[in-house]
């Protein structure tokens, strides 16, 4: 008996050993706002048990911008100690060479992904990313506020502007002097380059550069729309908005100091969850127009990428799969408010019942308007850089909306040279 208990323990030992042995160690890097970390980290907790590897989080900055400059230095040196990219959906005409084409990896699922985030993760032929989840900005308003005072949503970015001033100048009044109208993303990054082509594609002046590379913006009515956007400025909002991010932006909101406020999804299950001061105060509407035009919202989000330098491309391809699965795509929609890429989860009954916002998203999502990184291919980040240094210059106060959009096309003009490389 003694025997075979020892023979018992010795395979069982030989089994940990073996598991042991083949267990991988992934890394994937991560640039996470509001919940993203803590839901990444459930998935891969998630991911551990089932596969026996290990994966670590390498956190990144907030900003994009800066993320991306970190990424090309890494990838330029072909650092093989990421595995997996968290990547924006501009990057992927930029980066492409640096990643594993996963196309042949996932065509038994690809099908239920949506068809628009596929496409812009494709180049050349290539599935560079996987897409994770998808973002479209909404007008996040304290709808207790508004009916306190009579106002209606305001549909119009005219409209935006004398509502939010009624309403902070109404509570300041009423000894709330911390409250402002309206905050948004102003800091000179990328954030500022989605809020301008919004401001200035839903006031009829078009996308900065258009889906064929022809440059637009040099019209009035791009002109007007940043102009309209430097009046608020100091007055309702505040001057510190000039260096606003996301998280700067619901710091103000969330803490029951903003009437309107721009932001991406994500924000949602943060400003209604439990600890929020104005949870039973907010609701969320599509962006403004000038009235004639359509509302614009700039198409965002994060897909997962293969890097081609990984030491486990496998192992690396198998953690992008199951963090783009069924069960992975439905809990970051219910914990943080990011709208699936898997198309069957927009109808997921639980989904629906815990984050309404998801369902009524998805023809935001579908109606959304694109950054022009594929025509303006590799040279988008320089291109984006023009786009939100000329309306950083209205904002505060620098130069007058057609003097930027004069200067912004010229200088479009000699980044194309002869054609957008």
């Known amino acids: 008996m003694r025997n075979k208990t020892i023979l018992a ?3 069982l030992s030989t089994m940990l050993m073996a598991q042991g042995a083949l267990a991988t160690d992934l890394s994937i890097v991560h640039g996470a706002v509001g919940r993203d970390h803590d839901v990444l980290r459930a998935a891969l907790d998630r991911y551990e048990v089932e596969s026996g590897n290990k994966v670590t989080i390498v956190s990144m900055p907030e900003r994009t911008t800066d993320q991306f400059a970190q990424f090309k230095l890494w990838l330029s040196a072909r650092n093989a100690d990421i595995d997996v990219y968290r990547l924006d959906v501009i990057w992927a005409p930029q980066i492409a060479d640096h990643f594993v084409d996963l196309t042949d990896a996932t065509k ?27 973002g479209g900005p909404a007008l996040y308003y304290r709808a207790d506020l508004l009916e306190k005072y009579g106002k209606p949503v305001p549909k119009t970015w005219e409209e935006l502007t004398a509502t939010a001033k009624d309403v902070m100048d109404a509570e300041r009044a009423a000894g709330h002097t911390d409250m402002w109208g309206y905050v948004f993303q102003g800091a000179a990054y990328e954030g500022l380059t989605c809020n301008a082509m919004e401001w200035i594609a839903s006031s009829g002046g078009g996308q900065v550069v258009e889906p064929d590379g022809t440059i637009s913006v040099n019209n009035e009515a791009a002109a007007k729309a940043l102009d309209l956007a430097a009046t608020w400025i100091g007055g309702i909002s505040p001057e510190g908005v000039l260096n606003y991010a996301e998280e700067d932006a619901r710091g103000i909101f969330q803490s029951g100091n903003a009437v309107f406020m721009r932001n991406w999804n994500y924000a949602y299950a943060l400003v209604k969850g439990d600890d929020s001061p104005i949870k039973d105060g907010v609701a969320v509407t599509v962006l403004p127009s000038d009235g004639t035009h359509s509302p614009a919202s700039i198409l965002g989000g994060s897909h997962l990428g293969v890097s081609k330098y990984s030491k486990h491309p496998e192992e690396a391809i198998d953690l992008v799969r199951f963090l783009n699965n069924y069960e992975s795509q439905k809990a ?9 890429t898997l198309m069957p989860v927009y109808d997921d009954k639980e989904v629906a019942e815990k984050v309404e916002f998801i369902p009524l998203w998805k ?17 988008y980040n320089e291109a984006s850089s023009e786009i939100w240094t000329a309306a950083h210059d209205v904002l505060e106060g620098k130069t007058t909306g057609t003097k930027a959009v004069a200067k912004l096309a010229a200088r479009l003009k000699r980044l194309k040279g002869s054609g957008w490389k």
Do not use: C, H, W, Y
Request: hydrophobic fraction near 45%; aromatic fraction near 4%; proline fraction near 12%.
């Open 332 to 340: 970051r929609a219910i914990d943080s408010s990011r709208p699936p």
């Open 363 to 379: 023809p935001v999502i579908e109606n959304a308007i694109i950054r022009p990184s594929a025509p303006t291919k590799t040279s």
């Open 108 to 134: 038994d699922i690809i099908d239920d992904f949506s068809p628009m985030a596929l496409q812009s993760q494709k180049v050349d032929g290539k599935l560079v990313a996987l897409p994770m989840f998808l």
């Open 9 to 11: 323990l010795g395979l």
